[in-house]
């Protein structure tokens, strides 16, 4: 089935460790997008690519690291795990960055959720 | 700073009508979406709108006024199974996607 793939689904994780959450989208999807979703707060930016080989800052890219090193693949990196950092991730692509021919829209892959002790 | 309002919670009846606003102010405008979210998923797209007016797509509809900073989410004969939350996100103007924090809709049979 085609979409975006997520792992792993759930992770506790002690403080202080690195840990990588792995996405990889089979739609050919040039961009991609890693949002954490906290409750009462809306999605938010960490990192995005708008194409394979590059790589941008979001909302709140402090803490996370990310990598484009082909189109498929999109992982998010924490380097030392802090507990601000327990959250909702969400992995997401759209088939361009810009609207264009069309609507930008984004698929989300089911979420890994981390926590951070 | 940039912003998007919307309710954080509403309860409707099943097969009524209800409709969810939001509010931005943001930099510049390139599209407005509304997502679906059931607990403990991932977002689904619902409806797109660029230019002012009602989208309508089956049980749903979306409109907007980009003079008003204004934009609704229609939903009619409701079912329970549209319980969730229900994201508006604003494409700015560097095609950057700003996110309301969502309204949870309640479904009472």
């Known amino acids: 089935i085609a979409g975006i793939t997520q792992a792993p689904t759930s992770q506790i994780l002690a403080a202080g460790r690195r840990m990588t959450l792995r996405c990889t989208q089979d739609m050919r999807h040039n961009a991609m997008y890693w949002y954490r979703q906290d409750l009462g707060l809306g999605l938010r930016l960490i990192h995005y690519?708008?194409?394979?080989?590059?790589?941008g800052k979001g909302e709140v890219p402090d803490g996370y690291s990310v990598s484009r090193a082909n189109t498929d693949d999109f992982p998010l990196t924490l380097a030392s795990a802090v507990p601000s950092q327990t959250s909702v991730y969400f992995c997401?692509?759209?088939?361009?960055?810009?609207?264009?021919?069309?609507?930008?829209?984004?698929?989300f892959g089911e979420g890994s959720r981390l926590t951070v002790l | 700073g940039q912003n998007i309002d919307q309710p954080t919670e509403m309860t409707a009846t099943e097969g009524a009508i209800v409709q969810i606003n939001c509010t931005y102010q943001?930099?510049?405008?390139?599209?407005l979406f509304w997502y679906q979210q059931h607990a403990g998923e991932a977002p689904t797209f619902l409806s797109y709108?660029?230019l002012d007016g009602l989208e309508e797509k089956g049980r749903f509809s979306s409109f907007l006024s980009r003079s008003k900073g204004y934009s609704y989410l229609l939903l009619k004969e409701l079912q329970m199974k549209d319980s969730a939350s229900y994201l508006c996100a604003v494409r700015d103007s560097n095609y950057q996607l700003i996110w309301g924090a969502g309204t949870k809709l309640i479904i009472k049979p």
């Open positions: 690519s708008n194409t394979a080989g590059t790589t």
């Open positions: 709108n660029v």
């Open positions: 943001t930099s510049g405008f390139n599209g």
């Open positions: 997401a692509s759209s088939a361009s960055s810009e609207g264009g021919s069309n609507t930008g829209e984004l698929f």
